[in-house]
């Protein structure tokens, strides 16, 4: 049986000596902020703030995974507590010393586009093939499905490098939902019969990443 050890990103190709069948798991990171008053709002637009939106997203996406059958943690809730970049890698990290993890997905929302795009973005690591193949990857299943989706280097962005595609040892993509920088964008977050649906192909699109790996 194949399998793949990751380091830093660079899959390492291995034989497990007992053919057995290794359990995998998802990590699920929503992005930016805390929902505390006096906390990190994470991104704010207006008084919109991102954690509000990832919120939407995360609490339809763990529950439509799990109906899939498909093991996935959220790094932000207990007992991990994982509220920073440097706290979600390291505890990330830390799980998959005792798990095979398929893949880590950071999931945020945008507030400073300008270019009056709403649509979905994946952000891999420049440079990386593997890592644009996992963003290309998603990016085809969300169109599919008839969303709006485009992919980005992440040295294309104001920060330059996205620390939990970096550094997390498993495969790992970073994907903003939308933007709350424009009154267009943040109707569709506000939208429940959209999130349900981004919650529904996302879901399936993890899933089918788990079996497919197209970053091999
Ligand atoms: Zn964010």
């Known amino acids: 049986m194949q399998l793949y050890h990751y380091a830093g990103n660079n899959p390492v190709e291995y034989i497990d000596p007992d053919g057995r069948q290794t359990e995998e798991w998802v990590v699920v990171s929503p992005g930016h902020g805390m929902d505390r008053p006096g906390s990190d709002p994470g991104t704010c637009h207006d008084g919109y703030k991102e954690i509000s939106y990832i919120y939407r997203l995360t609490s339809r996406l763990m529950p439509k995974l799990s109906n899939l059958g498909v093991n996935a943690i959220n790094i932000k809730a207990p007992p991990y507590n994982a509220y920073t970049v440097s706290r ?33 973005e994946i952000f891999y690591m420049t440079g990386r093939p593997i890592s644009k193949k996992i963003a290309e990857f998603f990016q085809k299943e969300l169109e599919s499905a008839g969303f709006e989706a485009r992919i980005k280097s992440d040295n294309q962005t104001w920060v330059g490098r996205f620390g939990e595609l970096w550094d997390t040892k498993a495969p790992a993509t970073l994907i903003e939902i939308g933007t709350l920088g424009s009154a267009k964008g943040r109707k569709l977050l506000g939208n429940d019969k959209y999130m349900d649906k981004m919650a529904e192909i996302l879901s399936k699109a993890i899933e089918k990443f788990i079996k497919e790996k197209p970053n091999k």
């Open 88 to 120: 979600k890698v390291k505890e990330s990290n830390r799980f998959g010393k005792n798990h095979k993890v398929a893949l880590h997905i950071s999931i945020h929302a945008d507030s400073l586009r300008g270019d009056g795009y709403v649509g979905i």
